[in-house]
Nanobody, 117 residues
Framework: QVQLVESGGGLVQAGGSLRLSCVAS????????MGWYRQAPGKQRELVAT???????NYADSVKGRFTISRDNGKNTVYLQMNSLKPEDTAVYYC???????????WGKGTLVTVSS
């Protein structure tokens, strides 16, 4: 069974940093488009960042210059380094794995990030 397990969330003050991790089981992160999405209370889930199998990255405008997505193929893990956090970054962050050839799409259960002002 495919699993994506996120970790690294928590409570941090504005201006602080966190690093989220997403460990994948039964799929390879190296060939998939891996992404981080977030959902704040009362809002729709939104894209934060993605990294393709070829290593190309894409970021939401709201996090450009502050967040960095990366991947460790040996550990089958994707990371999201979040710096200069703002209260508006507060949300549940979800890991996503998408494989374009067959359109398979998997989600983790999420990890909560709370940024206090």
């Amino acid at each position: 069974q495919v699993q994506l397990v996120e970790s690294g969330g928590g409570l941090v003050q504005a201006g602080g940093s966190l690093r989220l991790s997403c460990v994948a089981s039964r799929i390879s992160v190296s060939i998939r488009t891996m992404g981080w999405y977030r959902q704040a209370p009362g809002k729709q889930r939104e894209l934060v960042a993605t990294i393709t199998g070829g290593g190309g990255t894409n970021y939401a405008d709201s996090v450009k210059g502050r967040f960095t997505i990366s991947r460790d193929n040996g550990k089958n893990t994707v990371y999201l380094q979040m710096n200069s956090l703002k209260p508006e970054d507060t949300a549940v962050y979800y890991c996503n794995a998408f494989y374009p050839p067959n359109a398979s799409n998997y989600w983790g259960k999420g990890t909560l990030v709370t940024v206090s002002s």
